[in-house]
């Protein structure tokens, strides 16, 4: 088996085949990537965490500054490790880093593998419960940073994982998180992109699901000029069960877009995936969706919906799910909505009395909070909350003041 040293070289020397992707690329059609390209990055020299960083972040096992560890808290439970990926050894990484994510073809993830500093290895070999906070900082101007994590739940552990990444500056994060989630195992988890409204982002999500794992993601986008989100899970073990949830609010000219893929590969499993878009001003939003059912895959379920609401004229989002099916005996369906407020709803709430920006916020703030309420924990789903508040203009005024 190669080793993690081994698969830094070759990818290194994979990047400089591929080159950044282009528009001409299917993958990237509506993605132009040349505002990262034109900027000459430099890696940032490592500090730790101020006070304040670690003030804010209380609850946060690890906490990253341009990809280097800034601060670590202890997490004394039996079974569970975490370390940064710098302190790890050749043994514990060598049967996971860049196993799943495709540095082969995707160049972003091929730049990742080889220039990763650092990241989080957690690794979860008892059947514990336990939550894992992990917060990645950007600052400066033209510093990028590319974190890898590698997280293993094993047999019958239940994992939560929480990703936040923010920043100041004009930064780029080229983040890849690799999830394993053994058999039994249940995984929940989160990420949160709250970055600097002039930084970009790139991030890959890959994940393998063993015999009746169950895999919940939660990805929001509220900051960034350009935000990528890559998410691929493979339900490689029968029985397994996958959740993936998505929001993004963006306003002004930002760009996110974002691709999944879900592969059910072994029979009885099941999937349920739900993206949801709001966009304003001049925002552009892509959400491209596949669902592939393999020929030995019977008795899947998979369901994926995606919907989107523009809150200007000049507002563009482009929706594709799409499913591939090779078995005949599944139950598989999708569905896509692209619209603005109903007037039905919006006259209904004015006739009882309230203003008519008010009505529209509460419209905006349900049509959002679906995605939210649906998350488990309860600090992540006020963190959410205080984030989308502070992203829309006008929205709830007063609930904006008490989010401050």
């Known amino acids: ?111 990742n593998v080889s220039k990763s500093e650092d990241g989080a290895l957690i690794i979860c070999d008892a059947p514990v419960e336990a939550c894992v906070r992990l917060l990645f900082i950007g600052e400066g101007d033209a510093v990028w940073s590319h974190p890898h994590n590698v997280i293993v739940a094993g047999r019958a552990s239940q994992l939560t994982i929480v990703e936040t990444y923010m920043g100041r500056g004009k930064y780029f994060t080229n983040a890849v998180t690799e999830v394993f989630a053994g058999d039994g195992s249940v995984v929940d988890h989160y990420k949160v992109g709250c970055e600097s409204r002039d930084a970009y982002h790139v991030g890959m999500l890959q994940v393998r699901q063993d015999r009746s794992s169950s895999v919940t993601s939660h990805n929001v986008s509220f900051g960034g000029a350009l935000v990528r989100n890559d998410i691929g899970v493979a339900l490689t073990g029968e029985g397994a069960s996958l959740t993936l949830d998505g929001l993004f609010v963006v306003t002004g000219n930002q760009h996110v877009d974002t691709h999944t893929l879900i592969d059910h590969v072994s029979p009885h499993c099941e999937s349920h995936e739900l993206y949801k878009g709001v966009l304003d001003e001049s925002a552009r939003g892509i959400f491209d969706g596949r669902i592939i059912v393999r020929p030995n895959a019977q008795k899947t379920i998979s369901r994926q919906e995606n919907r989107n609401l523009l809150l200007s004229e000049t507002a563009i989002v482009d929706s594709k799910p799409t499913l591939e099916i090779h078995n005949d005996d599944v139950k598989c369906n999708h569905g896509s909505t692209i619209g603005q407020l109903e007037e039905e709803p919006l006259f209904y709430l004015r006739s009882r009395g309230i203003g008519e920006e008010d009505a529209r916020n509460l419209l905006v703030y349900a049509f959002a909070s679906e995605i939210v309420d649906r998350m488990k924990v309860e600090r992540i789903r006020e963190d959410v909350r205080r984030a989308m508040f502070a992203q829309l203009p006008g929205l709830l005024p007063e609930r904006r003041e008490r989010a401050r």
């Open 1 to 111: 088996m190669k080793t993690a040293i081994d698969i830094r070289e070759e990818a290194a020397e994979r990047f400089a085949a591929l080159g950044y992707p282009t528009t001409r690329q299917e993958e990237w059609k509506y993605t132009n990537v040349a505002p990262i390209v034109r900027v000459a990055w430099s890696a940032a020299r490592p500090r730790a965490a101020s006070a304040a960083e670690t003030a804010a972040a209380p609850h946060t096992d690890l906490i990253f500054v341009n990809g280097h560890l800034a601060h670590r808290s202890e997490h004394k439970i039996p079974g569970l490790r975490i370390v940064p990926i710098s302190e790890a050894t050749e043994r514990e990484l060598e049967p996971y880093y860049g196993r799943l994510a495709d540095w082969q073809r995707n160049p972003f993830v091929a730049l």
